[in-house]
């Protein structure tokens, strides 16, 4: 914004009345027009009893000083009903905005590092009570929006240190032997790029998460069952080595929405699926379409999982202790990229733990 046009701005904001202001006028402004109603029906009774006087009466005789008499009384109880309107007016505007004041000083002084501070209206019941309930549950909202980003920087940047740290070990060791054999150095090498492979995998996972929160951009028609089954595909090797058993009933299921990202959501639960599964168990994975809206459900055996545990499933970095422990494949990333491309289609998301243990997951594209 230019200078000029600053200034412009700002002198338009001085320029518009408070609302105390604003307020005292509507006040006084109703009472004066009531006290004007009133006048104007008592001259209009007075002059309805004037012309029924008697008739005896001297015409004129008396006229000019009753004249002035009535045309000096509404003038002076005019104008004293005008001030005592308008400071009535002004006192009365103030207190009902007493409470606005408050809600407008507390809520400047809330910042992001002082997000724990909440509005109190003294236990009112009004409509600001209202607005101090509703400013509250922001700031809850935000503290604990706050406090979430925090933590998944924090995890972000422990996960994207150990593998660094990692390939500085290995480099150092090697080359702190002077007589280190082109085979250890080979080895030392290899694992320095398997190191850099978690890296990049991390990273791409962090930015696809990124993506999905920002939305879907563009909308176009897809068919989840074809999806799946190239997912399925590329995964069958990988089942077999681990005697995993994938029961597949693929019905045609079209939806709508970004392909790229609903490939990596059926790539992630099957990932997952067979990543913390048990051996010789089983995933059982449908598609189908019902009432227009395309369903896809991905259920595996395996660690049994407190019902009150699931949703902490779909946060970055949360993992269950003892039932879910971290997997060199992996970095708490999965079900949360699951859950951020489900909530940028508008899409229904359901989990419950498994009958036999791991956990049966639930995606329907409306």
Do not use: K
Not at 72 to 79: S, V
Not at 303 to 313: K, T
Request: net charge neutral.
């Amino acid at each position: 914004m230019r200078p000029l046009d600053a200034v412009m701005s700002l002198f338009r904001r001085r320029r518009r009345p408070m609302l105390r202001a604003q307020l005292a006028l509507l006040y006084s402004g109703f009472f004066l027009c009531l006290l004007a109603a009133v006048l104007l029906a008592t001259d209009l009774l007075y002059g309805h009893t004037a012309a029924r006087a008697p008739a005896n009466v001297a015409p004129g005789a008396d006229q000019v000083g009753d004249s002035h008499r009535f045309e000096f009384a509404p003038a002076a109880i005019g104008l004293a009903a005008a001030v005592v309107a308008l400071t009535g007016a002004w006192w009365l505007a103030g207190r009902f905005l007493r409470p606005l004041r408050a809600i407008n000083t507390t809520a400047r002084e809330i910042s992001a590092t002082n997000l724990n501070r909440r509005l109190d209206l003294d236990g009112s019941n009004d409509e600001l009570a209202d607005l101090s309930r509703t400013l509250n549950d922001l700031f809850a909202r935000l503290e604990a929006s706050f406090e979430s980003q925090r933590r998944f920087v924090a995890n972000a940047s422990h996960e994207l240190r150990t593998p660094l740290a990692g390939q500085r070990t290995l480099l150092q060791v090697a080359l702190a032997d002077p007589e280190v054999s082109a085979e250890a150095l080979r080895t030392a090498c290899e694992q320095a790029l398997q190191l850099g492979d978690q890296q990049e995998r991390l990273i791409e996972a962090l930015l696809t998460l990124a993506t999905s929160e920002h939305g879907v951009e563009q909308w176009e028609p897809v068919d989840l069952d074809q999806i799946t089954e190239a997912v399925i595909a590329g995964r069958r090797r990988q089942a077999e080595r681990r005697g995993i058993t994938i029961d597949a009933a693929l019905r045609p299921a079209p939806a709508t929405g970004d392909p790229r990202l609903i490939e990596r959501l059926v790539t992630n639960l099957v990932d997952n699926a067979l990543r913390h599964n048990t051996p010789e168990g089983h995933v059982q994975i449908t598609t189908d379409s019902v009432g227009g809206e395309a369903r896809i459900a991905v259920g595996n055996t395996g660690p049994a999982i407190p019902p009150a545990e699931v949703d902490r499933l779909f946060r970055p970095f949360q993992r269950i202790s003892g039932t879910r422990a971290r997997h060199p494949d992996g970095h708490g990333l999965g079900l949360a990229i699951v859950h951020a491309i489900a909530h940028a289609h508008g899409a229904t998301l359901t989990a419950r733990p498994g009958p036999e243990g791991g956990l049966d997951v639930e995606v329907t594209f409306h």
